[in-house]
């Protein structure tokens, strides 16, 4: 009996770190970090529905002509961002009017798309299926073609217990694979644990960012999730107003969501339309108010941002510390197929 | 094990089969009484989509496609389809001369990510770019004297102020609810703004004009 109590405790411990453990994909909340958004009661998260998720995310099954994929869009090594091009393109090479934003954290994000205008995860996957610009296909067509396949019939039984796959079964699983995309193990979450120190450039950074940057790119997260018109003024050519087209108001023209800045070193180019290609030329827009156009957020006017050359080099290293390279070389987030 | 019914001796199958008799006079009744049957007439008679009808004085109007939301206590989401007559019924129990109906949906049942059921995105009615459902879909094709005006109206929406979710006592016969569209499809400004495909001011006063049109 006496080593009942230590060997359960140890039991417990083992179960509660294999929970949580990173390296195996599944979703883990990080300390310190808020309540996820996400209502996991909805689509409890199990190791096979992960699975099937993440052979859907790598399928091109689901675009109209089985040619592009969602990582066609969102790559691994790029934080699940598309970096060969400003905005991405997709079937028949059409090409879309926003760039593709990097996927991680998702749970915690209370909406979606640089307009705010998808409000769940779990439907969020029907807007690059359907668009004409992306997958260009409909979930009819989906539906049939993974009806008619063995393996995914065979795989969705085994997650949700079901003969037919329907629409929710698709955007469940698929929500299961995006929905564990977390990464907290950059060189910042490293120093925030005291597991390492900043160099003295990545500290200067930091301060900086602290002062400047962080109302709207809030810690931990990186993004306060709010909608921002950064100065940066409208695309010449695409036609685009961002969160105004969602809420129909006028004070909204030009705002767009506030991105997350974890692994913004490899989730270029930046902005909404991909305009910039280099992180100092974002630095360097942030810090020249004189190349700011209407309209401009409230926090960027009282901020007046200004940054030598060295300062900008400094904040430039901070960010650096954002990149998570256990995220972005992940095994368990890559290339997969159903066996 | 239960005996084949061939099995059975001649009291034994007769005892089944008052129990089936039995079964189906407390059943059948109550199968039928805990309906609700929805019918959309223009100008008394049942309209059906395809079909071009008289409109105004000397123009015709055909409708392609119908759809909407409506709800009873019972069946709070419903969703109806004019292609579709198993969509016609609604579930009500115990219902009287008239009844509460639910015309849309709130914000939660906008929001909540549910997908199955009326809430599949495959009958057509989620709003993928900005997250909630269409209340009514409606398209077709209006002639007058000069041409012919396509039209096609997605109407919803939840946010303050333009919310279209309203819930009204409508007045029923044997059962069944009248949707009389005349008045709605005349509120269409189907010449000056024959699309729209989003909520606001005008989707939503338009909605407005499709819930006059229950008694």
């Keep these: 009996m006496k080593y ?11 179960l509660v770190s294999w929970e949580v453990s990173p390296e195996d994909g599944l979703f883990y909340q990080p300390d310190g970090w808020p309540k996820p958004s996400y209502n996991f009661e909805t689509n409890p998260i199990s190791h096979e529905g992960f699975l099937l998720g993440k052979a859907l995310f790598y399928d091109p099954l689901l675009s109209k002509d089985s040619t592009v994929s969602c990582a066609s869009c969102h790559l691994q090594y790029t934080a699940f961002a598309h970096v060969d091009h400003p905005t991405s393109h997709g079937v028949d090479s059409r090409v879309g009017k926003r760039n593709a934003p990097g996927l991680m954290n998702l749970a915690w994000y209370p909406y979606f798309h640089w307009d705010g205008g998808v409000l769940g995860l779990n439907g969020q996957a029907i807007n690059p299926i359907t668009h004409p610009d992306e997958m260009g296909s409909t979930l009819e067509d989906v539906l049939k073609k993974l009806n008619r396949n063995p ?56 301060t900086l960012f602290l002062r400047h940057c962080n109302q709207c790119h809030t810690e931990p997260l990186f993004t306060n999730f709010k909608f921002k018109s950064n100065g940066i003024g409208p695309h010449p050519t695409l036609k685009d107003e961002g969160r105004s087209e969602i809420t129909g108001k006028g004070k909204d023209a030009y705002a767009f969501r506030v991105p997350t800045l974890r692994n913004i070193e490899h989730s270029f180019p930046y902005m909404h339309d991909g305009r910039f290609s280099k992180l100092k030329e974002v630095i360097h827009h942030y810090a020249t108010a004189s190349m700011w156009k209407l309209p401009v957020s409230p926090e960027l006017n009282k901020k007046n941002i200004s940054l030598n050359a060295d300062e900008e080099k400094a904040l430039l290293s901070f960010l650096k510390t954002l990149t998570d390279k256990g995220f972005l070389l992940n095994s368990n987030f890559g290339y997969f197929t159903l066996p | 094990m239960s005996a084949l019914p061939w099995e059975l001796n001649t009291f034994e199958a007769m005892k089944r089969v008052t129990h089936f008799l039995f079964g189906l006079v407390l059943i059948a009744p109550w199968e039928i009484w805990a309906q609700l049957n929805l019918r959309v007439l223009y100008r008394s008679a049942p309209i059906t989509l395809g079909k071009r009808l008289p409109f105004n004085s000397n123009d015709s109007i055909q409708l392609d496609q119908l759809k909407f939301y409506i709800g009873t206590k019972d069946e709070k989401v419903h969703f109806f389809d004019l292609e579709d007559s198993l969509t016609h019924t609604l579930i009500l129990h115990q219902p009287e001369d008239s009844t509460l109906l639910f015309f849309g ?50 109407l919803g929406g939840y946010r303050h102020p333009y919310i279209t979710h309203y819930q009204k006592m409508v007045s029923l016969h044997n059962r069944t609810v009248h949707l009389s569209l005349e008045g709605f499809l005349s509120a269409l400004p189907i010449q000056g703004q024959p699309k729209i495909m989003m909520p606001g001011p005008r989707a939503w006063t338009l909605y407005q004009h499709f819930v006059s049109s229950f008694p």
Excluded: C
């Design chain 1, 4 to 14: 009942l109590i230590p060997l359960w405790l140890l039991l417990s411990v083992f």
């Design chain 2, 105 to 154: 949906m709130d914000s939660l049942a906008n929001t909540q990510g549910r997908l199955d059921g009326p809430f599949d995105p495959l009958l057509g009615m989620y709003w993928a770019w900005n997250t909630g459902y269409i209340q009514i879909k409606i398209s077709g094709v209006l002639w007058t004297s000069i041409q012919s005006f396509p039209f096609e109206y997605h």
């Design chain 1, 151 to 206: 393996i995914y019939r065979k795989a969705f039984k085994n997650v949700f217990k079901t003969d037919e796959i329907k629409t929710y079964h698709l955007l469940k699983a698929l929500a299961q694979f995006t929905v564990s995309l977390v990464s907290a193990n950059s060189k910042y979450d490293q120093m925030k644990r005291k597991e390492l120190a900043f160099s003295d450039q990545e500290q200067r950074g930091y």
